[in-house]
């Protein structure tokens, strides 16, 4: 057999590839994972970014893991590989007026007593919307393990699935229904007006709402964001809550791929793909930029939509349909990620010390209020520069994690937005330092330590994602969480079941149904439907 025969080729190494690769040398499938770049894991990445501190290291790009379904980690045997995650620490925003508030997953009295400063009314709240919200993702949750049915065909095993997805949320009843209805339409500013009257808790819930995405919490569809990162279980165990990878993510990554290589899979770096090779309708290889050709039944691509539909194939041999779809797939952003290296934890007016206390340990927020996170945006999306006050979805992950830093030293990881979403068109290096300092500054109101602590800092912005991961527009999801680009409509209404217009090729990019997070489902599922239509002549 030629050694550039294969029966599966999956471009792209990140975690979703690694996973579809995975998956198929399991099945016992002669498979090879391309990767373009110098190393697997994509955005699920651990470097050591500052030239004169190489033993400090950062989680480069996403940060933290929720929603893998424990299925994919028992069934590639992750934690054989190194999958070792920590759930995190309380949610904790400071204020400037030096109160602050901590909401714990597992102390509700200690939740109460640090809302009530604000309103007692929403410590009173807050259990029964969790429980709300909690009834809603119970339904909505296992659907993210679900292939979307072909919504609007009239062939009797699309109308089936389709009416098979609409029971499902049957327990939802209809005021349920109603409920969802509203979490699909609602901004996030709206919902959590219905529910809360204090600005402290409803900022710290404002901050799920527009992570990742190109709009603000006024912006409908927000509400739905908010509960695609608040679903804690899949239909496949409990999930729980976000975690800390022990390494960064980088491990996680590096977990998935020592899975695929101990099941036989070839994993192929700095080995871009320059085109999918086309006959008669059917992906039959890749030519990589090197000239070399790789021929298989069955190919997987985990890359980028436009990327890997637009660039990679010759428009003609797609439906013209499809194409218009892939060319208007919004992949908008805005996000900037700031890795800060410091020499002591924050000493926060509100919770003095720098000894290490629960509220280092998880989300230490930087969103005073949704008008806070909304003026941030707007900032980006009508005044056209950095947010003046963005908000950080921030975590200092070597709490938990001794991995990545010396005894003493820790890394503060932010998660930042917004900058312009044209930004992705040139580096911004000055705007961003800048945009960078003004949070430093907006940290330092909140913990006067926190400037001086600094040892050296890392800015990635949008240029950078899409430069170097292929992030068009550094959307960190492949493509933006808006109800028009969700489920069955997602990459493109006809094709959310991980098929392709293609014969044999198949689509498992986070441009998929459930992509959004460091999961690997996509990955998984378009193994699954490759396996179901028998691509690689297995029964």
Sequence with gaps: MSSNVYDAIVIGGGHNGLTAGAYFAREGAHT????????????????????????????????????????????????????????????????????????????????????????????????????????????????????????????????????????????????????????????????????????????????????????????????????????????????????????????????????????????????????????????????????????????????????????????????????????????????VKINVAISELPDFVSMPGTDMQAHHTGSVELCLSPAYAERAFQDAHMDRKGSIAPFVDGTIPTTLDKKLAPEGTHVFSMFSQWVPDDWNLEPHREELDAYAKRIFDLYDELAPNFKSSIIDYQVIGPYDMEQELGLIGGNIFHGELSVDQLFHMRPAPGYSDYRTPLRGLYHGSSATHAGGGVNGIPGWQAFRMAKKDRALGKK
Excluded at 165 to 192: H, I, P, Q
Excluded at 275 to 288: E, H, K, S, T
Excluded at 305 to 334: M, Q
């Design 32 to 335: 090879v994972v391309l990767e373009a770049r110098h190393k697997t894991g994509g955005a699920a990445d651990t470097s050591a970014p500052f030239a004169d501190h190489p033993d400090i290291h950062v989680t480069t790009y996403s940060y933290v893991m929720s929603l893998m379904p424990p299925t994919i980690i028992r069934e590639l045997k992750l934690k054989q590989f190194g999958y070792d995650v920590t759930p995190f620490g309380p949610y904790f925003q400071a204020f400037p007026d030096g109160r602050a508030i901590t909401v714990y997953a597992d102390d509700h009295q200690k939740s109460y007593d640090s809302i009530a400063q604000f309103s007692k009314r929403d410590a009173d709240t807050l259990p029964k919307w969790e429980e709300w919200l909690k009834g809603v993702s119970d339904v909505l949750g296992p659907l993210l393990l679900r292939v979307p049915p072909h919504v609007g065909s009239m062939k009797p095993a699309d109308l089936l699935a389709t009416l098979q997805a609409a029971w499902r949320t049957r327990k939802l009843g209809e005021r349920g229904v109603g409920d969802v209805t509203r979490l699909f339409t609602m901004s996030v500013s709206d919902l959590l007006n219905d529910w809360f009257e204090s600005d402290a808790i409803k900022a710290m819930l404002t901050v799920n709402g527009v992570i990742g995405t190109w709009a603000g919490p006024d912006e409908p569809g927000t509400a739905y964001v908010m509960l695609h990162h608040s679903i804690g279980d899949v239909g496949d165990g409990h999930l729980g809550s976000w975690g800390f990878q022990q390494g960064g993510m980088g491990a996680v990554s590096d977990s998935i791929r020592g899975a695929a290589e101990a099941f036989g899979a070839e994993i192929r770096t700095d080995a871009r793909v320059k085109q999918i090779i086309v006959r008669g309708g059917r992906a039959v290889g890749v030519a990589l930029e090197d000239g070399t050709e790789l021929r298989a039944p069955v190919l997987v691509t985990t890359v980028h939509p436009k990327i890997g539909f637009l660039d990679l194939i010759e428009r003609h041999e797609l439906p013209a349909d499809f194409v218009w779809d892939i060319e208007r797939w919004k992949t908008r952003s805005g996000v």
